[in-house]
């Protein structure tokens, strides 16, 4: 059997919220893929050092308590200057205080070098969709 293409998954920074994170863990491992969840309260170091030795395709970032831009911001240099400069990086949530137009928000974490980026109360079964488009 083909080896389970694997994606590192976490809540960043000081964010303590747990629910989605476990939704999330289960969805995508029921649609076939290897999670490697941290959890939460993850640094960004952690999500890079994961996908390096898990060999990750993907890594997917929550951020739910509002601190999302400060939090989010250099992962992508942090990947590159770690050698894993093409790894796609998801990230959603709730990720700014209150409720900013998603465009704004869309465009701020794309320009940050986010691959895609997810509403607020986005369900599993979009992001999974994205990935087997992008993971191929
Ligand atoms: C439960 C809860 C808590 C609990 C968390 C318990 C725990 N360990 O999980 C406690 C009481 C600890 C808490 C604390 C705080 N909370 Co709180 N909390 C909530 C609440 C009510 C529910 C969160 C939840 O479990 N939702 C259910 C799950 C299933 O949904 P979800 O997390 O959104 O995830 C789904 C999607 O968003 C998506 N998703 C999430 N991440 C990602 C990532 C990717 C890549 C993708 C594709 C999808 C995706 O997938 C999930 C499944 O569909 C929300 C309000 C709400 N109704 O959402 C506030 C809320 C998230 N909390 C909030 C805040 C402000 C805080 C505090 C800062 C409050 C404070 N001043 O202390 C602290 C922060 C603590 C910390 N360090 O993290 C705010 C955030 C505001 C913002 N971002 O603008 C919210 C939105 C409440 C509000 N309306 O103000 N909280």
Excluded: W
């Amino acid at each position: 059997m083909a080896d389970k293409v694997k994606v590192v998954l976490g809540v960043i920074g000081a964010d303590c919220h747990a629910v989605g994170n476990k939704i999330l863990n289960h969805a995508i491992t029921a649609a076939g893929y290897e999670v490697i969840n941290l959890g939460v309260l993850v640094p960004q170091e952690e999500f890079v050092n994961a996908a390096i030795e898990t060999d990750a395709k993907a890594i997917l970032v929550a951020s739910l308590y509002g601190h999302g831009e400060i939090d989010c911001r250099g992962l992508r240099d942090r990947c590159r200057e770690a050698g894993i400069e093409d790894i796609m990086l998801y990230v959603g949530g709730n990720l700014v205080v209150g409720k900013t137009d998603f465009n704004e928000v869309e465009k701020k974490f794309l320009d940050m070098g986010y691959n895609r980026v997810y509403e607020p109360g986005t369900l599993p079964d979009r992001v999974i969709a994205d990935m087997k488009e992008d993971l191929k």
